[in-house]
């Protein structure tokens, strides 16, 4: 071994080697290439739009924000009025499409993880109900789905002046459900904070619940006491400042409803329609993820005594979810994007909006951008969420 | 180096798609190399554009491109139609995708100077009005406060609407949709007491698509001026010059007593104004940069601006009023064709 040439391998030398034939250089100068030659190409692009725009003589810029939008919205989640600038109409659009997918997120989770379980029920009608659920909805266009949601609250129900009242105060017509509206009382602030204090309270309890099963193996009643701390603190709370408590009930004036709350007929056929073709989907996802289980499993802790009911809840679910969540978080960005559809119907959500300001503005490279940015940002932040749940949930080995 | 070999064929290709984008083509010699006039319409408003019972688009609007493609290319069957929405009109003009948009689009002067698009002249004088069911029992616009009004977007409709109620001191409550067959459709399911846009428009509406064209009335109020015009990108002037021309030589045709029946009979007319129209003397086509014949063409395959009022508006019920010619106490003035 030490007679081995001394010529055939140097140690490395303390100079650095900027020659070609070293690889890490090489490596470096080809990124410096790659990255100069994406970066020319999008310099060539911008530059070239900006340069074709102006020889068009179209506007550019983002200044159109702050002028005045003029256009009318159906509905919005805070005050709007056409006088507002067109910055404020797109976040009423943002908000508008926020409310949509949020609330359509939570249905269809519970609906799909419902119709997912049924589809797995030994009761022959609950299982093949569930699948005739699935396999209508998944396979049928949502557009079409939509417009047939739209189209049947409008149709359903009469004019506002024969509203149905099924309930008093509540009217359904061809303009949405009208609902009394619970008016804001001055201790409504305390009573929030009990509810804070409840729910803080119970993640408490359910810890040391957890904690002292662990060691002493003796189980604590977690879910009626969780549910009495949540519930009972704020009602105390509430009848403690003498349950104050008004509802602003809706009256026909005019050519329609003043008043309450109100749920139109286009955010009712948008959500439904969201929801039911989502959650067929989810139901897939759910019962592939419960048949991943192995059967061993379900056997061996039946074995130990445990209800059908725990087994799901305890051994079953938990290995389940690792392969639900990924999927179901791709299906909760569909949900969101499929919610653009609601141009078609007539919901105002930002893709509506920003659709009328740029064809009042004319500007539609700026308008595009900010439709892109907007859903670029809602579905990383859902991803960001899921991801994060993912691992929380990820299978810890000891 | 192979590395370097792809860095060159990068550089080559930016280099030739850097050079066509700064040269823009004429759009006449396209529309003549092409040889058909691509035309942007209304996805289907009847007397305007909207296709008949065999699938051939007809209105008024149709009739301008249908001229440009008479004068162009001597034969009027050769446009193509691309059925645009309110919302898409404009894009589809400055992208490229149409060389004329005639879609009953009002001539205003923030279009006009922001969108990169020219207005060349106006084919009807519109304006917008209401349109209520009759059972409401309401007389007058003024009464609509509160009330669920349809509106398509992006249109001046949508911004006049606002305008008028708050001028008025008045609240609506806006349901806005995009493709005229839904809006129309929501308000004759009920979903709004009223339906906005221009009088023409409403009138066209009620005909065409109301269970009882008679259960319906249009207020009296007219809200507003909307000169209803073709337009072209901005920056090709002779396109601009060729289609405002076909526009005034249909006008031009009804003022000299010409129609699709009796031109031929005036080919040899001993009237100069008339010889210089159908292009016996004078080089007014060439000027163009089209052929002699052009009015010819127009007035003998499309007809005078008369005979398409009244195959495509009249049957709608509305009036021609102040769409009649100058002499006759209305708004169209054709300029002189010398």
């Known amino acids: 071994m030490a007679s081995r040439p001394q010529t055939v ?65 159906g509905e919005s989640v805070i005050p709007y009025s056409p006088a507002d600038t067109y910055a404020r109409a797109l976040f009423v659009g943002l908000l508008n499409t926020l409310r949509v997918a949020l609330i359509g997120i939570v249905l269809a989770t519970l609906l799909g993880t419902i119709v997912g379980i049924a589809r797995l029920s030994s009761n022959w009608l609950v299982a093949q ?93 977690v879910l009626w006491v969780s549910l009495a701390l949540i519930l009972g603190v704020p009602g105390i709370t509430f009848m403690a400042i003498g349950a104050p408590f008004a509802l602003e009930q809706p009256e026909l004036r005019g050519f329609n409803f003043v008043g309450g709350v109100t749920l139109t007929p286009e955010f009712a056929a948008l959500l439904v329609g969201l929801v039911t073709y989502t959650a067929a989907f989810i139901a897939e996802i759910v019962r592939s993820g419960i048949l991943a289980v192995n059967q061993g499993q ?32 791709s299906q909760y960005l569909n949900l969101t994007k499929n919610s653009s559809l609601a141009v078609a119907i007539g919901y105002p959500d930002i893709v509506s909006v920003a659709n009328t300001m740029l064809n009042q503005t004319g500007q539609a490279i700026e308008g595009i951008a900010i439709i892109m940015a907007v859903y670029l940002t809602i579905s990383l932040s859902i991803s960001a969420f899921m991801n994060w749940y993912n691992r929380h949930i990820a299978l810890v080995e000891r | 180096m192979k590395y370097l070999g792809l860095v060159a064929a990068g550089a080559a290709l930016m280099i030739a798609t850097a050079a066509p984008a700064s040269a823009q083509q004429s759009t006449l010699d396209a529309v003549k190399a092409k040889d058909f006039v691509q035309c942007g319409v209304n996805t ?15 209105g008024i609007d149709v009739d301008v491109c249908r001229a440009v493609a008479a004068a162009v290319l001597g034969d009027a069957n050769k446009v193509r139609f691309t059925p645009l929405t309110a919302q898409q009109r404009f894009t589809a003009l400055q992208s490229g995708e149409i060389d004329i948009l005639s879609r009953n689009t009002t001539w205003t002067l923030s279009r006009d100077a922001s969108l990169g698009i020219d207005f060349v002249g106006v084919n009807f004088y519109d304006g917008q009005g209401f349109m209520v069911p009759k059972k409401l029992g309401v007389k007058s616009a003024k009464e609509l406060n509160g009330a669920s009004v349809c509106v398509q977007p992006g249109t001046t409709t949508e911004l006049n609407l ?177």
């Not at chain 1, 739009?49 to 924000?65: D, H, K, S, W």
């Not at chain 1, 949502?142 to 105060?169: C, E, H, M």
Request: hydrophobic share 45%; glycine share 8%; proline share 7%.
């Open chain 2, 162 to 338: 606002t305008d008028y109620f708050r001028a008025n001191n008045m609240e609506f409550t806006p349901v806005v949709i995009e493709l005229l067959a839904e809006v129309t459709g929501a308000y004759f399911a009920g979903r709004c007491d009223v339906y906005t846009t221009d009088v023409s428009g409403l009138a066209s509406t009620r005909m065409a698509q109301a269970p009882n064209p008679d259960d319906h009335v249009i207020l009296p109020e007219v809200i507003s001026k909307e000169p209803l015009g073709p337009s072209v990108r901005q920056g090709d002037d002779r396109w601009a010059d060729i289609v405002r021309w076909s526009l005034y030589a249909m006008l031009e045709a009804e003022e000299l007593g010409l129609t699709s029946k009796n031109i031929d009979e005036h080919l040899n007319s001993q009237n100069p104004s008339i010889q210089r129209f159908v292009g016996a003397t004078g080089d007014f086509g060439k000027m163009l940069g089209v052929d002699n014949k052009w009015a010819y063409n127009i007035v003998k395959q499309v007809g005078n601006y008369a005979e398409s009022y009244e195959r495509n508006i009249a049957p709608l019920g509305i009036e021609r009023g102040i769409n009649k010619l100058w002499r006759d106490g209305g708004l169209m003035y054709p300029m002189p064709i010398r």
């Open chain 1, 298 to 329: 379900w056997e061996a802790a039946l074995a130990l005594g445990l209800r059908r009911g725990q087994v799901l809840r305890l051994v079953v679910l938990p290995q389940a979810l690792r392969v639900i969540v990924p999927p179901t978080t």
């Open chain 1, 129 to 221: 109900t569930a699948r005739v659920y699935v396999e209508v909805l998944r396979n049928l266009p949502l557009l079409l789905q939509l417009l047939f949601w739209w189209t049947l609250f409008r149709d359903l129900f009469p004019g506002p002046r024969q509203a149905i009242t099924p309930l008093p105060g509540v009217f359904l017509s061809n303009r949405g459900v009208q609902l009394p509206a619970i008016l804001w009382q001055p201790g409504y602030g305390y009573v929030l904070g009990a509810f804070v204090i409840g729910v803080i309270a119970a993640v408490a309890v359910s810890r040391w619940a957890k904690r002292r099963q662990a060691s002493t193996g003796q189980q604590f009643p």
């Open chain 2, 44 to 58: 289907g408003l009847p007397g305007f554009s909207a296709p008949d019972s065999q699938g051939v688009w007809r």
């Open chain 1, 9 to 73: 391998r140097r140690p490395p030398t303390a100079g650095v080697n900027l020659s070609l034939n070293n690889p890490t250089v090489r490596a470096i100068l080809y990124q410096i290439v790659v990255v100069g030659a994406v970066g020319l190409v999008v310099w060539y692009l911008v530059s070239n739009t900006i340069e074709n725009l102006e020889t068009r003589r179209i506007a550019t810029g983002f200044g159109f924000l702050d002028r005045e939008a003029g256009l009318p919205i």
